[in-house]
């Protein structure tokens, strides 16, 4: 019976020693499976994010930024590429997860569409004495166009054709827009055709360097009805610079949506949340990227080339989403609106408080002349003189000081300042004897301003 009881006491002691133990395993493989093997295993999202430097490409980083931030469990990478093209086949391979092509760009059956970006609007630019007025007046000059290789190569070439241009005689020369801009400066071309968003700031600083002009596409809508992923835009009078406008007029010109594509296949819950990024984070992605503000949901019933995306759909068909996810722009803007005026407001109070104390020293510096003229007088008719204008500085002060343009605290030290200056007169009266009586009217009137 002893024995058996020693037995069951073991049994007992060697049960709650193995408890700790357990425990202690269990807590390491969590910690293991927490910095090792869930991290290796995280899920990569890879955005092309297209020229560096270029438009595009800011608003492309700025996108994988913020959804790294709001996404801890994904790994985002971005990597620069040549171009549209390059998106392409990077795509298909599956090298790349997202990118940004135009609407115009030919593209595969496995694509679909996130979101619309921003209008990729056709430029033409030629010399402001070329002496070129419309876009039929290219015939027979040297044209700075695109990339063989790119989808804007082809927009040039369609551009042509909608205005009949015979394709021989157009001298068109292949170069990338870095090249066609230094070619533009120095007079090589006598054109530039070329695909950006709008109010971009190449244009701007191209025509900061040279004398240019853009030209009207004034079949833009032809262009539009004739192809369904075009759009006619304006290019407003000004946009690229003001003295001299360019362009001098409101321009009429064409524009293919820039679209955010992945491939059909591409798991949906990740392609939902970089979708939350480009519509619930707009205001920080803008604070990065003005292109921004132009990111809008594609038009499932238009007849878009490719289908949107399962996972971009699910969050555009949301159930009941929060009144903060609906308002959150408008709230943001609403608060920044509110920001501005309180700035604006805190700025005129100082900029009025700054007026007031410049109008009384200005009134002092007067009276430090009029006692200074005061002593050097020699006769009483200049004192008299000196004495009327300072007790009509004193009827100007007090009526400034009953219409705001002074503040009390001005009015007391001008006080203090213009009894002194009253007494100096007075003393000099007495010094060459011809003392008046004091002006009784302006010395209560001092009085009753100053309480």
């Given at each position: ?17 193995v408890?700790?133990?357990a425990?202690s395993?269990t ?11 869930s991290?290796?295993s995280q ?9 560096p430097?270029?438009a ?6 700025a996108?994988a ?10 790994m985002?990478?971005?990597i620069a590429?040549s171009?549209t093209?390059a998106?392409i086949k ?7 997860d ?5 609407s115009d760009a030919?593209?595969r059956?496995?694509f679909a569409?996130?979101?619309?970006l921003y ?9 402001a ?25 082809r927009?040039?070439?369609y ?9 021989e005689?157009?001298?068109?020369h292949p170069m ?5 801009f230094?070619?533009?400066r120095?007079?090589?071309?006598d ?9 971009n700031?190449r244009?701007?600083w191209l025509?900061?360097?040279a004398r240019?002009?853009i ?9 539009a ?9 304006k290019?407003?009078k000004?946009?690229?610079g ?6 001098a ?23 939902r949340a ?5 519509f ?11 292109l ?5 949901q594609?038009?499932?019933r ?13 969050f ?9 996810q ?24 100082r ?5 007031q104390?410049?109008?009384i ?5 007067d009276?430090v ?24 500085m ?22 203090f300042?213009?009894?002194a200056a ?7 009266e ?5 003392e008046?009586?004091a ?13």
């Amino acid at each position: 019976m002893a024995e058996k009881s020693r037995d069951t006491v073991n049994r007992r002691a060697l049960f709650m020693a193995v408890i700790p133990l357990a425990i202690s395993v269990t807590l390491l493989a969590g910690v293991y499976y927490h910095f090792y093997l869930s991290r290796s295993s995280q899920q990569t999202i890879t955005i092309a994010t297209g020229v560096p430097g270029s438009a595009i490409s800011e608003l492309l980083e700025a996108i994988a930024d913020r959804l790294a931030l709001e996404n801890p469990d994904y790994m985002v990478r971005h990597i620069a590429t040549s171009g549209t093209e390059a998106n392409i086949k990077l795509l298909e391979k599956g090298e790349i997860d997202i990118a940004a092509i135009p609407s115009d760009a030919i593209t595969r059956p496995n694509f679909a569409q996130i979101a619309s970006l921003y209008p990729d609007t056709y430029h033409i630019i030629v010399h402001a004495d070329s002496g070129i007025d419309t876009i039929h007046d290219l015939a027979g000059k040297k044209i700075a166009v695109p990339p063989q290789t790119s989808s804007a190569y082809r927009s040039f070439w369609y551009l042509i054709g909608q205005y009949g241009i015979n394709p021989e005689v157009v001298k068109a020369h292949p170069m990338t827009q870095a090249e066609s801009f230094n070619a533009m400066r120095h007079k090589l071309v006598d054109a530039a055709f070329y695909m950006e968003p709008p109010a971009n700031k190449r244009t701007r600083w191209l025509a900061e360097a040279a004398r240019i002009k853009i030209l009207n596409i004034d079949q833009a809508g032809a262009m539009a009805m004739r192809n369904n992923a075009l759009i006619p835009v304006k290019i407003p009078k000004g946009v690229f610079g003001g003295m001299p406008p360019i362009p001098a007029a409101d321009m009429m010109s064409v524009a293919a949506n820039r679209i955010l594509i992945t491939r059909n296949d591409f798991p949906d819950e990740m392609i939902r949340a970089v979708t939350s990024v480009l519509f619930d984070h707009r205001r920080e992605l803008s604070l990065n990227s003005h292109l921004a503000g132009f990111i809008s949901q594609p038009d499932a019933r238009s007849s878009n080339i490719l289908a949107i995306h399962p996972g971009a759909q699910a969050f555009f068909d949301r159930d009941q989403p929060s009144f903060l996810q609906v308002n959150a722009e408008v709230i943001g803007v609403l608060f920044s609106i509110f920001a501005v005026l309180v700035s604006v407001g805190l700025w005129a109070k100082r900029m009025w408080t700054e007026r007031q104390k410049g109008r009384i020293d200005v009134y002092n510096l007067d009276l430090v002349k009029i006692v200074e003229n005061a002593r050097s007088s020699t006769t009483p008719e200049q004192l008299e003189q000196h004495k009327k204008i300072l007790l009509d500085m004193l009827s100007r002060v007090v009526r400034d000081l009953d219409e705001d343009k002074i503040d009390g605290e001005g009015f007391h030290f001008f006080a203090f300042t213009w009894e002194a200056a009253y007494a100096v007169i007075r003393g000099r009266e007495r010094d060459l004897g011809c003392e008046t009586e004091a002006s009784q009217h302006h010395v209560e009137l001092l009085k009753q301003h100053k309480k």
